[in-house]
């Protein structure tokens, strides 16, 4: 199934995100929550694509495996970050060829020790691009693209945010996942300005649950989103306390959800 069909009206869809582990470790460790998370019937469950490509061969596999073991559907992030536009189609074809017909399509984030991002050589620069090869060349894959509720970080101001996105989807997405967000009226805002800028598919709240503060501070700080004052003020005071910080965290994350 694709990204399409999973979006249908009146129908609850709900979706898990998963992180490449970099040991074996946490390759054990992550195959738990696996099980336990199929457990909760997700539509399908996506697998990330590390920064500069570092889990480029794990984000398939863990892809694959999802397919094959728990008879899931399963989306791989894909960046343009590194790539020439021969190894993204190599990459796309391998993908293909293990039966993963659904992207996530990303430009990405600098490689780590970059500030800004470089086009690669006989690459792309924005998400479109991407977006627009995947339909040329695979036409029938399910594609996924980010939104920002609080704008990227490199964008203007949210209306051009808006219509960067809408051009994003005019070029093949079915589909657009935020970023994460901690304050939910930032994504209702979001969502009446994406109606009112004609954006016709479905628009996904991404929740991420909170595990330790300091890691938070520095995602948020990248990504261009906010912690609301009540919140930090919760985690700054649990800040010598890693249990309490994952209990405030999963709360409120819990409340976005309910809201």
């Not at 061969?57 to 008879?71: A, F, I, P």
């Not at 039966?99 to 991002?117: Q, V, W, Y």
């Not at 005019?170 to 800028?197: H, I, M, P, W």
């Not at 954006?199 to 503060?213: A, H, K, Q, S």
Request: charge should be neutral; include cysteine.
């Amino acid at each position: 199934m694709t990204l399409s069909d999973h979006y249908q009206p009146g129908k609850l869809t709900v979706s898990f995100e998963l992180f490449p582990p970099k040991t074996d470790a946490g390759m054990k460790a992550l195959l738990g929550h696996v099980d336990e998370l199929v457990l909760r019937r997700p539509a399908f469950i996506t697998c990330t694509y590390g920064a500069g490509g570092t889990t480029r061969n794990r984000t398939l596999d863990w892809c694959e495996r999802v397919q094959q073991k728990y008879k899931k559907t399963s989306t791989a992030h894909f960046t343009c970050v590194g790539s020439s536009q021969a190894e993204l189609l190599e990459w796309l074809g391998v993908a293909h060829g293990k039966g993963i017909h659904n992207i996530m399509a990303l430009r990405g984030d600098p490689p780590k020790g970059e500030t800004t991002f470089k086009t690669p050589e006989g690459g792309f620069n924005h998400a479109h691009q991407l977006v627009s090869l995947i339909r040329e060349h695979f036409p029938k894959m399910g594609i996924g693209v980010a939104g920002y509720p609080e704008k990227h970080p490199e964008a203007k101001d949210l209306q051009t945010d808006l219509q960067h996105l809408k051009h994003k989807v005019e070029c093949g997405a079915d589909a657009v996942f935020t970023q994460l967000f901690y304050d939910n009226e930032s994504f209702f805002r979001f969502k009446e300005l994406y109606e009112k800028a004609g954006i016709r598919v479905p628009l996904v709240p991404g929740i991420m649950p909170i595990t330790e503060f300091s890691r938070i501070q520095r995602i948020t700080s990248m990504c261009g989103s906010h912690l609301p004052k009540k919140l930090f003020a919760q985690l700054e005071k649990a800040q010598d306390d890693a249990a309490a910080q994952f209990e405030i965290g999963v709360q409120h994350a819990v409340e976005q959800c309910e809201d």
